[in-house]
C-alpha cells in the first residue's frame, strides 16, 4: 500500500487527530481528521468548483460518496441556513486540503467544522487533494473510506479490508432515500412573482436541491413537490400542466419505477422536462441504455454546446452516469411510440451526452443542473423553455418542443461546420 505524505496546510493539529484515506485500490493518503471523527465509506469522486461548497456538500446527488474538493482552500466563508440545498448535509464524507481555521465573511453563521461535526460528517484536511484528483482522473472513481480517531489506528490490510467490503455505487438504488416523505408546494408569491400562477407541474424529488423549484416559482410556475415514490394517480391528483424529474444520487438503471412513470406520463402527451437524473430517466424511458463514467463530471465549470444553436453554456454538474444515444442527428426512439429523439446537448470535455429532445412528443432533458446553484447562469433558459412548452402544448400548438424551429436550428447548424 502506498503511503503519501500529508501536506501542509493551514489546520491546526493541536485540535485534530491523525486522519487517512484510503482507496480501494490500496493508494493511501495521511492527514488529519475534519469534522466529525470515526469512519466515512464511500465512493471517492472529485468535485472541480472553486466556490460554493456548501451547495456541494448539501446536494442530495452526492449520497453515499467521498467528495474530494479540488479547490484548495475550503472553509473561509462559513456556512449559513440560507445557502444549504437540502435539508442536511449528503456527502458520506469530506476531503479538502488547507481547511479555514476561522471563517470569515458577513453572512457566515458557523464554520463549516462545526457543521460536519454535528451532522456526524468525517473529514480529512491537509491531504494533498491535487495528487488524488489526478490519481482518480488517471484510474477512475473507487470505493474508499475515510477513518480518523481510533479507526485510524488499524493495520493497512484492515483499513483496507473495510474499504472493499463496502457497496460500489453500480446497482446502488439511492433515490428513495434522500427524497421525501410527505408532498409540498412551492408558491409563485413566495418568491416575487406578482398575480396568479402561470402553470402548475408535477415535481418528482429524486434528490432535488432546493432552489430548483424556486426558479419555477420565480417565473410563475407553481411546483408541487413528490416523493420518488410518487404514482400516476399522485401526478394527476395535482391536476399538472408539465411534469418534471430532478437530479438525484445513484445508478439510474436502478430506476425502474420512475422509468416506468415517466412512460406513463409521455403516453399522456404531458410536458415533461428533466435534469440530471430526470435526464437519464428519460433516456431510459425512450429505451436506451445508462453507463458508468470513469470519473463523471462534476463542478461548476463545464463546458456543454446546445448543438441546435452552437451555444457553448458552462455548467454545473454531477453526475457519474450517461445515457448511451446515438450521436448523429434525429433518430427514432428504441421505444418507437415515442417517435424521434436527437442529443440536444453534447459536453465539450469529453463528448459525453448532455441533454436529450424528443421531436414528437412535448419532452426534452439536460444532463446538467439549470439552477446553478453554485454556479454560472448560461443554462437558465431552459426554464423558460419549458414554460414555452406547456404554453404550447395548452394553445393546442406543435407540442414537440418546437419540432421545425429545432429542425431548421439543427440544418443550419449542419451547415455551418
Keep these: 500500500m502506498t503511503d503519501t505524505n500529508a501536506v501542509t496546510g493551514n ?33 471517492a469522486v472529485f468535485a472541480t468548483g472553486m466556490t460554493g461548497y456548501q451547495e456541494t456538500i448539501t446536494d442530495p446527488s452526492y449520497a453515499r460518496q467521498l467528495v474530494v474538493q479540488t479547490a484548495p482552500h475550503i472553509g473561509n466563508t462559513g456556512v449559513n441556513k440560507e445557502d444549504a440545498e437540502s435539508r442536511r448535509i449528503w456527502v458520506a464524507g469530506y ?31 491537509a491531504v494533498d487533494t491535487r495528487a488524488i484528483t489526478r490519481h482518480l482522473r488517471e484510474h477512475k472513481t473507487m470505493r474508499a473510506g475515510i477513518f480518523s480517531g481510533e479507526a485510524a489506528q488499524a493495520t493497512d490490510k484492515e483499513l483496507l479490508d473495510t474499504v472493499l467490503a463496502s457497496a460500489p455505487m453500480e446497482g446502488a438504488r439511492l433515490a428513495e432515500e434522500v427524497s421525501i416523505d410527505e408532498a409540498y408546494v412551492v408558491e409563485p408569491a413566495d418568491h416575487g412573482w406578482d398575480g396568479e400562477p402561470k402553470f402548475s407541474i408535477a415535481a418528482i424529488d429524486l434528490g432535488i436541491k432546493a432552489m430548483t423549484p424556486v426558479r419555477f416559482a420565480e417565473r410563475g410556475v407553481r411546483v408541487h413537490v413528490l416523493p420518488a415514490t410518487a404514482t400516476l394517480e399522485d401526478v394527476k391528483a395535482v391536476n399538472p ?48 441504455g445508462t453507463y458508468k463514467l470513469k470519473y463523471g463530471h462534476r463542478g461548476i465549470n463545464q463546458p456543454v454546446m446546445d448543438r441546435r444553436t452552437g451555444k457553448v453554456e458552462i455548467t454545473s454538474q454531477n453526475h457519474g452516469f450517461a445515457v448511451d444515444a446515438p450521436m448523429d442527428g434525429a433518430t427514432m426512439a428504441p421505444e418507437e411510440r415515442f417517435g424521434r429523439v436527437e442529443v440536444s446537448h453534447v459536453s465539450l470535455n469529453d463528448d459525453v451526452v448532455e441533454g436529450l429532445a424528443c421531436l414528437d412528443i412535448p419532452a426534452f432533458s439536460v444532463q446538467y443542473h439549470p439552477e446553478a446553484a453554485a454556479g454560472p447562469h448560461d443554462a437558465a433558459y431552459l426554464f423558460d423553455r419549458f414554460i414555452e412548452l406547456m404554453e404550447s402544448t395548452k394553445n393546442g400548438q406543435d407540442a414537440a418542443q418546437g419540432t421545425d424551429t429545432q429542425t431548421s436550428n439543427s440544418a443550419k447548424n449542419e451547415d455551418t461546420k
Design 95 to 125: 476531503v479538502v486540503r488547507d481547511a479555514a481555521r476561522r471563517p470569515s465573511n458577513w453572512r457566515s453563521e458557523r464554520s463549516l467544522d462545526a457543521e460536519l461535526v454535528e451532522q456526524g460528517i468525517v473529514g480529512i484536511q
Design 11 to 43: 489546520t491546526n493539529p493541536a485540535e485534530s487527530s491523525a486522519a487517512v484515506l484510503v482507496l480501494e485500490d490500496g493508494r493511501t493518503f495521511r492527514g488529519r481528521s475534519y469534522g466529525a471523527t470515526g469512519v466515512a465509506l464511500g465512493e
Design 241 to 288: 400542466d408539465g411534469f418534471f424529474m430532478s437530479n438525484g444520487p445513484g445508478d439510474p438503471a436502478t430506476a425502474d419505477a420512475q422509468v416506468k412513470l415517466l412512460r406513463s406520463v409521455l403516453d399522456e402527451k404531458l410536458p415533461y422536462f428533466g435534469i440530471c437524473f430526470g435526464n437519464q430517466i428519460l433516456g431510459r424511458a425512450l429505451g436506451f
